[in-house]
């Protein structure tokens, strides 16, 4: 109960410290600033500028990249709503044992149930390459963006702002 209570808080302090990292989308996809490194080393340091400057555009598309995974992936939808509902159901309503005909049903065998059925249908879903598929478009697609977006006129400043 705890967890509701203070969830208007965390998303609150959620708001505030990833939120606001957000840069304009204007900026994020400037495409007069796009240009093809030099060589590795300005590839390099465009990368580790455009990560840190970005880093809450590049939060932003990997979430929306894991919420196109699960939409693409409605066997896995179905899987983790099987067994995050069933956890919800078996806690809220049968925390104590029951008696159903001559058997007995206590909240261990239902959570046994519950495994039975969901861990093999979670295994069919795949969702190990799910992660990996989610990993790997990520990384190529920050990766990608980070070299091509030139740092802008800010990025000149941040040595002299680092050192005051």
Do not use: C
């Amino acid at each position: 109960m705890d967890l509701l209570t203070s969830a208007p808080e965390r998303l609150k302090s959620f708001r505030e410290t990833r939120l606001s990292a957000l840069r304009p989308f204007t900026e994020f996809f400037d495409h007069h600033r796009i240009s093809r490194p030099a060589d590795m080393n300005q590839a390099t340091s465009r990368i580790s500028y455009n990560t840190r400057y970005f880093s809450g555009n590049y939060g932003l598309v990997v979430a929306i990249l894991a919420v196109y995974a699960l939409i693409t992936n409605p066997l896995l939808l179905i899987a983790l709503g099987l067994l995050t509902g069933g956890f919800i159901v078996i806690n809220r309503w049968a925390p104590e044992p029951m008696q159903v005909g001559d058997h007995v049903v206590t909240q261990k065998s239902l959570y046994i149930g519950l495994f039975v059925i969901g861990l093999p249908l979670l295994w069919w879903a795949s969702p190990v390459s799910t992660f990996f598929w989610l990993v790997g478009s990520s990384v190529f697609l920050i990766l990608f963006h980070a070299a091509l977006l030139e740092p802008g006129v800010e990025s000149e400043y941040t040595s002299v702002q680092d050192s005051v």
